[in-house]
């Protein structure tokens, strides 16, 4: 499949290792943010969810961390594997509106 | 898999064609939203639909346009192709406007 994302910023990690992703968003008013995963060739997975009345919320092996005081979103893999290797890409939208996606970041599992 | 089909899977177009894209959605899903996303960058939210109307448009010129059927699957049509318009073309489906969107994986159209 195609590549994704050839000059993104890119997280490398050991496999094992915990990986924390950064996602500044830009509108204050945005109150429903996603973190989507994306492997080469593929469409973007849906990983994890959070609305702005929370602060944090965990998935399997994910927690997302939400700070509205410096529009700050932090995607967190506990234990990270091979199979995490892709692009992720979070997006902020009104809850109901369309969503803004940010760049991405590429995460590279080191064996 | 999400379930979101997408046809073709790759297509190459000359400046000044026109080409439609099409979008199969989950099942029990009335929402379609398309975005664009050029190599190296986040999706670009084209527009939605929802049941057969559309519910919202992103910055994208009348020559993007789009349709949803009563089974609610969905093209992207666009015409006077320019070069620019290369781009990985995604749709995504959702169970009502405001919830969760799953992403089919995409038609990559190269424009010559």
């Known amino acids: 499949g195609e590549s994704v994302g050839l000059h993104l910023p890119t997280l490398s990690v050991q496999e094992g290792d915990n990986s924390i992703i950064n996602c500044a968003y830009s509108?204050?008013?945005?109150?429903?943010f996603i973190w989507y995963k994306q492997e080469s060739g593929k469409g973007p997975q849906f990983i994890i969810d959070i609305r702005s009345n929370m602060d944090k919320r965990q998935g399997q092996r994910v927690t997302v961390l939400l700070n509205k005081t410096v529009k700050h979103l932090s995607l967190q893999i506990a234990a990270t594997q091979p199979g995490d290797s892709a692009v992720y890409f979070c997006?902020?939208?009104?809850?109901?509106?369309?969503?803004?996606f940010g760049p991405g970041t590429r995460l590279s599992v080191l064996p | 898999e999400t379930g979101v089909t997408q046809s073709p899977t790759h297509l190459i177009k000359t400046r000044g064609q026109q080409v439609t894209l099409r979008c199969s959605s989950q099942?029990?899903?009335?929402?379609v939203s398309w975005y664009q996303q050029a190599l190296g960058q986040g999706p670009q939210f084209i527009f939605q639909?929802?049941?057969?109307?559309?519910?919202g448009r992103g910055n994208f010129p009348p020559r993007f346009s789009g349709l949803q059927f009563p089974n609610y699957s969905s093209e992207l049509n666009v015409n006077a192709l320019e070069l620019d318009d290369s781009a990985l073309y995604l749709c995504?489906?959702?169970?009502?406007?405001?919830?969760?969107?799953?992403f089919g994986p995409g038609t990559r159209l190269t424009v010559l």
């Open positions: 099942s029990g899903h009335n929402t």
């Open positions: 509108n204050s008013a945005s109150d429903y």
């Open positions: 997006a902020e939208g009104l809850y109901g509106q369309n969503f803004v």
């Open positions: 995504a489906s959702s169970l009502d406007w405001e919830d969760t969107q799953y």
């Open positions: 639909y929802y049941r057969e109307e559309e519910n």
